[in-house]
Nanobody, 126 residues
């Protein structure tokens, strides 16, 4: 089974930065689409950013220019990162790491993902 574990959440003032990390293991396929999603209280889950095994990235309009997604693929684990800059109170949410096997098609924040982490909370105060 694929396991994803997020870390790096916390509380920060508006304008500050945070870096989220996710370690993924257990996927027998080398090529995966990975992404960050978030869900604020009382809101629907939103795709934030994705990155495919070929390094192509996609961002939601709400974070474009402020957040940077990156990954580091090892022999048995993938590490996913989200550098969040110029944080706003509206970025407050539970952030989830997700992964899906990728066969070269669409790797996008609106795509379907099969494996999910438990989430890490990000709180931005004004």
């Amino acid at each position: 089974a694929v396991e994803l574990v997020e870390s790096g959440g916390g509380s920060v003032q508006a304008g500050g930065s945070l870096r989220l990390s996710c370690v993924a293991s257990g996927n027998p396929y080398d090529r995966v689409c990975m992404g960050w999603f978030r869900q604020g209280q009382g809101k629907e889950r939103e795709g934030v950013a994705t990155i495919a095994s070929d390094g192509v990235t996609r961002y939601s309009d709400s974070v474009k220019g402020r957040f940077v997604i990156s990954r580091d693929d090892g022999m048995t684990k993938e590490r996913l990162y989200l550098q969040m800059n110029s944080l706003k109170p509206e970025d407050t949410a539970m952030y989830y790491c997700a992964e899906e096997t990728w066969f070269g098609g669409r790797c996008h924040p609106s795509a379907d993902f099969g494996w999910w982490g438990e989430g890490t909370q990000v709180t931005v105060s004004s």
